[in-house]
């Protein structure tokens, strides 16, 4: 499409890569030349651009065009979709948001819209959406993400800042020369190394951990699932019981205190309520002393395995790694305070190659070393509603309008719920126990959908606005996270009546006179240049000099040069904790934390502690099983499930499930076999795979399959039918999708 004399490019959350196109048609994508280790995700699309699953058109569903707003929402998901011209589905849209802010006021507008959209920086569907709702009066927003609530929460508490030391995770260079020993607490899964927000370049977190193995490092992979940790490293696998990491860092804590092993100067200098801690630690304000034994009998680890490896960590250079899953559980907020205290204990914050690191599990840029880039976003403007929810929220606040919640030290209630729009996220993916979710959704009078594929998020909606692909627009792929910055080039034409989200919201802006302020004027090919050119100046700032627009279009990539020198999480801080405070109160981090004290939740107390999860195989019935429900290999959550590389993992059209064989032979169930996993909540139907790379009384089955209800079972193998939709607790109320028990039997026939 566009006249560039070079390969098109595209770029997305799972890599780079160039694009063949033929006739008008892409007709595959070629890795990027600069990846050594590409990830295969990005082939899914080609067979689904177009076809069936394709929304090519605006469309209505029937009772709600027939009855108007409010008709039937229980029918969503089932009734029929009437396709409709672009000028009445804006003079639809338009009309209504008109009715509800009058009737009901912005607040009654839920637009939090959570979700991983695509990469491009113009096409960022939330930005999009909010930034068109704010000049017509504002919504109500979601604070915190599904991918640590608890820890954006609970760690500003104890550290100042939370994506602030992420955004700063010490280098993968520094694990592999200053570590010896690399205990990784949901294991670091190459699965999710794929993935990183808003473009990956060159995918390196393979390399990170063979070059550190190779160099001598020592891994611990403390995981239900042995495969969360590559072969190749020899990690010693700690397989506990999920939902136990507290008890078990307790135990290592108390070998630590009870053997003097703990690093007092450190502690003196750098934390504040250490005491109060070890006091919990030792037993004496809770009558248990939290030793190896006690921890053994939770998490069924050894005691022995413990104290042997509380006294390595002791006498190691020792990174301590949390998976992000870790905050995805019932009290959430713990895992990682005690992982911070213990690493705290250690003495090692700050020194390279050791401490703590949050998420080298997740994400290719965690540990990549990288220099700080700020660059420019697409403006979301001011929004005057103050109505929030914590983003897992979702449901209780369509079933309970003006129902209290808490949420860090305040009390705040649920808005009165009108009218959902969603661009750029699924909910009927991301969402826990969708069967009740899916009764509050019946509730709103009317839900706007911005998708371009039939998902189950456009097939419960009332008008679903039909957008592009990144294959179909021109966009920046520019992460401050990566050092790639990569165009975006226009592939094809927009199909079927496909628009831009910007251009959806541009029309709508049109019909309530709006159009001004939402666009200031500029085209999207001026909104991109004007991106490019802000952020260039913001890099020149930094010291780097990114090349004119002119250069870069030629071009098509650019690197921004490393760092000089490695990153150390917290380095400043060691150096100089009087000139380099924290953002804590005392300045230092806070094992104790007199703020949250304050708060005075019975779920979430002053210094780090082991709750019981609502759900863990510590008080399941017999023939219960803990479901963890991660990250899919083969897609980025429910993106391209119906695509090709998906779809290949499914041959029997139903997600896999993988189950010890002991657990397996107990049930009667064999290889192969469809099953039924079932609770109270739901049911999800999945093909059986035997392994015995995961602990007895787990499976593990991906989420990302595309929700299929037949009454309370998905037949696709959706786990989130099964999964516990309940607060972390009253600080972060962050989603649990981990702590989930679930039994599993043969499907029936047919
Ligand atoms: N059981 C369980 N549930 C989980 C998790 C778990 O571990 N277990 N993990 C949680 C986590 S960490 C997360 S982050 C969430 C992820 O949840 P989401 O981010 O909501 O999931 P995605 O499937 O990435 O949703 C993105 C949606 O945007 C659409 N889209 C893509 N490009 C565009 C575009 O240009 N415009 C518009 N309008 N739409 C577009 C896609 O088609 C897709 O429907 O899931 C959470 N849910
Ligand atoms: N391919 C791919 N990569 C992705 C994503 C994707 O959808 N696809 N999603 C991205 C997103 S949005 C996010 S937030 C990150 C998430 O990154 P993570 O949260 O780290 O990813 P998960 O795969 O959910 O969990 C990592 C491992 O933790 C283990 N685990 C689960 N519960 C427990 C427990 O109680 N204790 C211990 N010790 N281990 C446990 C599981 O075995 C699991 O494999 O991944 C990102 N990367
Ligand atoms: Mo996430």
Redesign the pocket.
């Known amino acids: 499409m566009t006249e560039l004399d070079r390969d098109l490019l595209t770029a997305n959350?799972?890599g780079t890569y160039r694009v063949d196109v033929d006739d008008g048609r892409v007709t595959g994508l070629r890795d990027f030349e600069q990846d050594g280790d590409p990830?295969p995700?990005g082939h899914g699309i080609i067979d689904v651009l177009e076809g069936p699953t394709r929304i090519t058109a605006p469309m209505v569903r029937k009772s709600w065009l027939e009855g108007g707003p409010g008709t039937a929402g229980e029918k969503r998901g089932e009734d029929d979709f009437v396709a409709v011209s672009w000028e009445e589905a804006n003079r639809l849209v338009a009309g209504e948001l008109d009715r509800v802010r009058r009737e009901h006021g912005n607040e009654a507008i839920y637009a939090g819209s959570y979700g991983?959209a695509s990469a491009g920086r113009f096409h960022h569907a939330q930005s999009q959406l909010k930034r068109f709702l704010n000049c017509i009066g504002g919504y109500t927003d979601s604070k915190n993400?599904?991918?640590?609530a608890a820890a954006e929460v609970v760690v500003p508490r104890v550290l100042g800042t939370f994506r602030g030391h992420l955004d700063r995770s010490t280098s993968w260079e520094t694990i592999a020369t200053d570590c010896d020993l690399f205990v990784a607490?949901?294991?670091v899964?190459l699965?999710?190394?794929?993935?990183s927000?808003g473009g990956v370049g060159a995918h390196v977190q393979k390399a990170g951990l063979t070059t550190a193995r190779k160099a001598g490092v020592d891994f611990v992979n403390?995981?239900?699932?042995r495969?969360?940790l590559l072969d190749t490293v020899e990690a010693n696998w700690l397989a506990?019981?999920?939902?136990?990491?507290v008890a078990l860092m307790l135990a290592l804590a108390h070998v630590l205190v009870s053997e003097g092993l703990q690093d007092q100067a450190f502690l003196d200098r750098y934390t504040v309520g250490f005491d109060r801690f070890a006091a919990y630690v030792r037993g004496e304000t809770d009558g248990i002393a939290k030793t190896p034994d006690w921890a053994a009998e939770i998490c069924e680890i050894p005691a022995e395995t413990l104290r042997d490896l509380a006294r390595r960590m002791a006498t190691s250079r020792t990174m301590i790694s949390v998976?992000?899953?870790?905050?995805?559980?019932d009290h959430g907020e713990q895992?990682f305070w005690t992982a911070i205290t213990l690493a705290a204990m250690l003495g090692r914050i700050g020194l390279p190659g050791a401490g703590i690191g949050f998420?080298y599990?997740?994400?290719n840029n965690t540990g990549l070393a990288r220099r700080p880039m700020h660059y420019a976003s697409f403006p979301q403007g001011r929004n005057p509603v103050k109505s929030f929810i914590p983003v897992a929220r979702v449901t209780e606040m369509l079933e309970s309008p003006g129902a209290p919640f808490d949420y860090d030290g305040e009390r705040h209630s649920y808005p009165d719920i009108r009218l959902v729009w969603w661009a750029g996220g699924n909910p009927f993916h991301h969402h826990q126990d969708l069967n009740r979710m899916r009764k509050a959704w019946a509730k709103p009078e009317t839900i706007i959908v911005n998708e371009w594929c039939w998902n189950a998020l456009a097939r419960h909606a009332d008008i679903v606005l039909p957008c592009t692909t990144a294959l179909e627009r021109a966009d920046i792929a520019m992460s401050p996270k990566d050092p790639f910055l990569v165009s975006m080039d226009k592939a094809i034409d927009p199909v079927g009546q496909a628009r831009d989200d910007h251009e959806i919201f541009r029309g709508i802006a049109a019909q309530m006179g709006v159009e001004a302020a939402f666009t200031e004027g500029r085209s999207a090919e001026e909104w991109r240049r004007w991106l490019w050119d802000v952020s260039r100046q913001q890099a020149a700032r930094e010291g780097v000099e990114l090349p004119d627009w002119q250069a870069f279009q030629r071009d098509g990539w650019f690197k921004v040069p490393a760092p000089e020198a490695p990153t150390v999480m917290m380095d400043a801080f060691r150096a100089d904790p009087e000139a380099n405070p924290l953002a804590t109160p005392s300045g230092r981090i806070e094992i104790y934390s007199e703020t949250i004290a304050g708060f005075g939740y019975g779920d979430c107390p002053g210094h780090p502690a082991w709750m019981e999860p609502a759900e863990w195989l510590g008080k399941a019935e017999p023939d219960q099983l803990h479901m963890?429900?991660?990250?899919?290999?083969?897609?980025?959550?429910s993106?391209l499930d119906h695509g090709s590389v998906s779809q290949a993992h499914r041959p029997k059209g139903v997600e896999p499930v993988t189950m010890h064989p002991d657990d397996a032979a107990a049930r009667g169930l064999s290889e192969g076999q469809i099953v039924r996993i079932h609770n109270a909540r739901g049911a999800c139907r999945a093909e059986l795979r035997l392994s015995d790379t995961i602990r007895p009384g787990v499976i593990?089955i991906?989420?990302?399959t595309w929700y299929d209800p037949d009454g309370d079972t998905c037949l696709a193998g959706n786990p989130n039918t099964l999964t516990l939709d309940k607060g972390t607790s009253s600080l972060a109320q962050g989603p649990i999708a981990?702590s989930c028990l679930v039994k599993v039997e043969a499907a029936e026939a047919g």
């Not at 699965?191 to 993935?195: D, E, R, S």
């Not at 403390?222 to 699932?225: F, R, W, Y």
């Not at 963890?628 to 959550?637: G, R, Y």
Request: charged share 10%; glycine share 10%.
């Open positions: 959350h799972w990830s995700i991983w993400t599904y991918s640590f607490f949901g294991g899964p699965k999710n190394g794929q993935i927000p403390v995981s239900p699932i495969s969360d506990l019981r999920p939902g136990t990491d998976a992000w899953a870790l905050t995805r559980q895992p998420g599990s997740a994400m963890i429900s991660n990250q899919p290999h083969n897609k980025l959550h993106q593990q991906a989420t990302g981990h």
